[in-house]
């Protein structure tokens, strides 16, 4: 009986080696097994060979992907209908909140260890946030090269796909050409008095605003600007894009320059200018860490950063492609860092709200 026991031990012992290279040869770089076996960081670090293709596998198998977003619900349901033209096995969750209702839930999701999103895609600050927070995965993409400067995080764990343009948006119908302000200054005129508005949560425009007049010149004038006209506060910018057009408020502070261009394209009585440097902020995507369906995540992200841009481009958003040209070429323009605008929000939100949200109640 111990001879038995014995003589099958040392024929297990003697088969490790021949598994071993089973194994090391399953796993070796080029074969089908390797690629199946590939985790989320390796795919989103590593140039693979074939790596559109694995995605696209992957992402046919998984059959889903959820977006959590801040994008404007037409713009939102036309790039998923455009994605999931593009790769028909993957259906496109979508689920839409405010940029900070977005980073509530995701951080209150990966507290509670429920990993429920693929992709985040939303304002500069709140992906910043997200990435503090430990929840996006870096990612090494061949698309890089392709995209302005700006766009790259140094941690690449969430990439810019389009940009926001802060700009000052007006009724036609109710504000005279030759009556446009040159600079912040010029809303001290009494022409001004009731007749602007700001957005409720745009802290971190006023503090690139702020930057380029120097802090406490900028901070003084619109305290002025605030005493002797007024200032209207209003949540939500395409509200405030609406009540300009209505002609309820004549000109609003800080609009998003597609919405009022998408308007304005349709025959609102709505335009805008830029009073000093156009305020361009980050919108980005970025990989969850622990993606249900990492192929599919990967896929989109990948799909963000280049055939979407030119897509994105024809609903009047900002690309982040150098190839595409920008409204943006032959314009003075300040880029919110994202960085700071985290940094510093404590800050930036109570002077914000000290000089026009408590004011304006």
């Not at 503090?207 to 120097?214: E, H, K, P, R």
């Not at 335009?271 to 369906?293: C, F």
């Not at 992200?301 to 900002?318: C, H, K, N, R």
Request: aromatic share 8%; net charge positive.
């Amino acid at each position: 009986m111990k001879l038995t026991v014995v003589r099958l031990l040392a024929a297990a012992v003697s088969c490790i080696p021949l598994l071993w290279l089973v194994l090391v040869g399953a796993l070796a770089p080029g074969r089908g097994l390797a690629q199946e076996l590939r985790g989320l960081r390796e795919l989103a670090l590593f140039e693979v060979p074939d790596r559109l293709k694995h995605l696209v596998d992957g992402a046919n198998r998984e059959g889903m992907l959820n977006l959590y977003t801040s994008m404007t619900a037409p713009t939102a349901a036309k790039l998923k209908a455009d994605f999931e033209r593009r790769y028909p096995g993957v259906k496109v969750n979508l689920w839409r909140a405010s940029s900070e209702s977005l980073l509530q839930r995701t951080v209150t999701e990966a507290r509670a260890r429920r990993h429920t999103f693929d992709v985040l895609e939303t304002n500069g600050p709140e992906m910043e946030a997200a990435q503090r927070e430990k929840l996006l995965q870096a990612v090494s993409s061949p698309h890089f090269r392709d995209l302005i400067p700006q766009a790259l995080m140094p941690h690449r764990e969430w990439v810019a796909t389009r940009l926001s343009l802060f700009v000052q948006c007006f009724n036609t119908r109710q504000v005279k050409p030759e009556d446009l302000p040159r600079s912040f200054e010029d809303l001290l005129h009494p022409r001004w008095k009731g007749r602007l508005a700001i957005e409720a949560s745009d802290y971190d425009w006023f503090m690139s605003v702020i930057s380029t007049l120097g802090e406490e010149k900028g901070l003084k004038l619109f305290r002025d600007i605030v005493a002797v006209n007024g200032m209207t506060v209003r949540r939500g910018h395409a509200l405030l894009a609406g009540l300009v057009i209505a002609g309820e408020i004549p000109m609003g502070l800080s609009c998003y320059g597609f919405t009022i261009d998408q308007h304005r394209k349709a025959g609102a009585p709505v335009d805008w200018i830029s009073i000093g440097p156009v305020i361009a902020r980050s919108n980005g995507a970025g990989v969850s860490r622990n993606a249900p369906h990492p192929h599919a995540a990967l896929l989109f992200y990948e799909y963000m950063i280049s055939d979407a841009q030119p897509f994105l481009t024809g609903l009047e958003l900002v690309p982040v492609s150098a190839k595409i040209e920008s409204p943006l070429k032959g314009r003075q323009s300040q880029f919110v860092d994202p960085k700071r605008a985290r940094d510093e929000q404590a800050k930036w939100e109570k002077l914000f709200n000290e000089m026009f949200v408590t004011k304006s109640r």
